[in-house]
């Protein structure tokens, strides 16, 4: 069993971020069998090629702010935020996998017209922090969706809970109301550091590759 979940890790390369909801999660890493308000953590992980790449050419992106609360404690209108950056890129990005965009599986960059899913992600994160959230709490996240396929979301770590903004989902979710399992994320002490969330996961990182749907 633990070798068919680190092949089909390894296998979201040739897979979409976006495919319609056919499926439900099957793993022990279903939010549906972790119903708390925040994620846990289970020990590092190797972050995404795409991710590394993207932080040696933008290093800017990738460094560390002097905000380490152990959560971020958002007004009210900071988690109205939330929901307006995750509807504007979505309405504004058009959906295109890097394949049809640069000719390769994964490349990640901050998208002007168009881009795929950890674009959007890339997006939103720097457009929340230029509205007031610190980085530490803006959390980029690999999960498999519905079908088991590689998809980037973003992760919003607050003191009210793990919020998801996602360019398949219109609307901004605690994140066990989700319908993915969650592999693993940023840490919010150091963004470059990546931190499984999954009990077991192998060592090589996923690739994620495709485009992403507009609400």
Request: glycine residues 6%; aromatic residues 10%; hydrophobic residues 40%.
């Amino acid at each position: 069993m633990q070798r068919f979940q680190v092949i089909s890790v390894v296998l979201l390369a040739w897979v979409a971020c976006v495919v319609p909801a056919l499926a439900d999660t099957r793993t022990s890493s279903s939010p549906a069998m972790r119903q708390t308000a925040y994620m846990r953590v289970f020990g590092s992980a190797n972050p995404p090629y795409g991710f590394v790449r993207f932080c040696d050419l933008q290093p800017g992106h990738c460094a560390s702010d002097r905000f380490l609360e152990d959560r971020f404690r958002a007004s009210p209108e900071l988690l109205s935020d939330l929901d307006d950056v995750n509807r504007l890129v979505n309405r504004t990005i058009t959906p295109q996998t890097d394949q049809e965009l640069y000719g390769t599986t994964e490349y990640w960059t901050l998208p002007t017209t168009s881009g795929d899913c950890e674009d959007y992600v890339l997006l939103k994160r720097q457009l929340l922090i230029a509205r007031g959230w610190p980085a530490s709490a803006l959390l980029i996240t690999v999960v498999r969706d519905e079908v088991g396929d590689g998809h980037a979301v973003l992760t919003a770590r607050t003191s009210q809970g793990d919020f998801v903004l996602d360019n398949k989902l219109p609307d901004v979710r605690i994140w066990y109301t989700t319908p993915y399992e969650f592999v693993m994320r940023q840490s919010y002490v150091n963004p470059r550091v990546w931190v499984s969330l999954e009990e077991r996961l192998g060592d090589s990182p996923p690739v994620i590759a495709g485009s992403g749907a507009r609400d």
